[in-house]
């Protein structure tokens, strides 16, 4: 056997890889290997979680930010933008919507826009848990401060994703001008804390980003151990200072996430749109490389085009319920089954014991 194969059973049998190793690895593998690697981290998906695939509604309320990231097409320079912001009101009737569709979790996500006070969201997570105490309630607010999210966990709200966005602390310096690498691990942390269930996660195919840094990333992310994990590839934005930049790819963005379930194997890993807005078959593929999670848009569609953190977004006409279909077909099709539920973490389940 090859020194690959070797790392890549030992990352099957016993959940762990050093630096190093995960280095060589991807500065090593060849296609032959990859398919190898999709078919150990689907293996361990289906020893974790069987052949469930968890749906979630995804709400996009607001495209305003406060922050500049580099990458970003919603950072605060970009005056090309037309902004928006949905009404409590809009965002409950877009749960109604997906409560109507069968989802048992809202993703509610914008930019940094505190324009949504800490009372504003307090009332959104009681007046949500309220008409559906069943469902999940995950938030994608950015950073704040730690009295903001205690008080939104008490409310109400289950699960708040925060991508650590690079594990690397030279590039994100350099591309987060507005912000602090210590703030957002801090953030991370003290989510952890209060008791959510945390997402992390990181692009792949950065300018600058090296074999050390997607290493460092996993790394990161055994030590945090994450509920879940987002990984997705860098896809260029004309209107922000890497538009002219080289995006990543979608074979490299698959090796991390089939890594991922490898190394953090209890984890939620969702297939994600900018996936497949590089392949046709992107999410599909990320399926059958160990993903499980999906999120169904139902921002409305007067506004949806207009939540672009990258150009060329799928999705960004069809009606929630088209959404709804045309995902449980390609769930299916892959040969997998659409769970309905909330779909915790196994993490999360074992603490609730």
């Not at 296609?31 to 361990?44: M, Q, S």
């Not at 409560?99 to 009681?126: I, K, N, P």
């Not at 890594?259 to 590089?278: D, F, H, Q, Y």
């Amino acid at each position: 056997m090859s020194e690959v194969s070797n790392l890549l059973e030992k990352a099957y049998q016993t959940n762990e890889l050093a630096k190093f190793e995960i280095i060589y690895l991807l500065e090593s593998i060849t296609p032959a290997d990859r398919e190898v690697l999709y078919n150990y981290a689907l293996k361990t998906k289906q020893a974790y979680y069987g052949d469930k695939i968890y749906l979630r509604g995804l709400i996009e309320f607001s495209n305003y930010c406060r922050q500049d990231c580099l990458y970003c097409g919603l950072r605060a320079s970009n005056a090309q933008v037309k902004r928006y912001r949905l009404t409590p009101e809009e965002i409950l009737g877009c749960c109604a919507q997906g409560y109507e569709l069968g989802y048992r979790t809202f993703v509610l996500q914008s930019g940094e826009d505190l324009w949504y006070t800490d009372g504003m969201l307090v009332a959104l997570m009681q007046e949500i848990k309220k008409r559906y105490p069943e469902a999940a309630i995950t938030l994608s607010i950015g950073e704040r401060r730690r009295e903001t999210y205690q008080s939104l966990f008490m409310a109400g709200a289950d699960r708040f994703l925060m991508r650590h966005e690079t594990a690397a602390k030279e590039l994100y310096k350099k591309l987060h001008p507005t912000m602090l690498f210590e703030n957002r691990r801090a953030c991370l942390s003290a989510l952890k804390d209060i008791g959510y269930q945390v997402g992390a996660g990181f692009m792949v195919g950065l300018p600058g980003q090296t074999s050390a840094d997607l290493a460092e990333d996993l790394r990161y992310l055994i030590e945090l151990r994450p509920d879940m994990v987002g990984i997705g590839p860098f896809i260029p934005h004309s209107e922000t200072p890497l538009g002219i930049k080289k995006g990543g790819t979608a074979e490299d963005t698959l090796v991390m996430v089939a890594l991922a379930r490898l190394l953090i194997p209890e984890s939620l890993l969702p297939a994600t749109t900018a996936l497949g807005t590089l392949h046709p078959q992107g999410r599909e593929l990320a399926l059958k490389a160990g993903a499980n999670v999906l999120m169904p848009i139902i921002t409305p569609t007067s506004v949806r085009k207009q939540y672009a953190l990258y150009e060329n977004k799928i999705c960004g006409d069809d009606q929630p319920q088209d959404c709804q279909y045309c995902i449980e077909r390609r769930i299916q099709a892959a040969g997998f089954e659409v769970d309905p539920g909330r779909g915790d973490s196994l993490q999360y389940e074992c603490k609730s014991r």
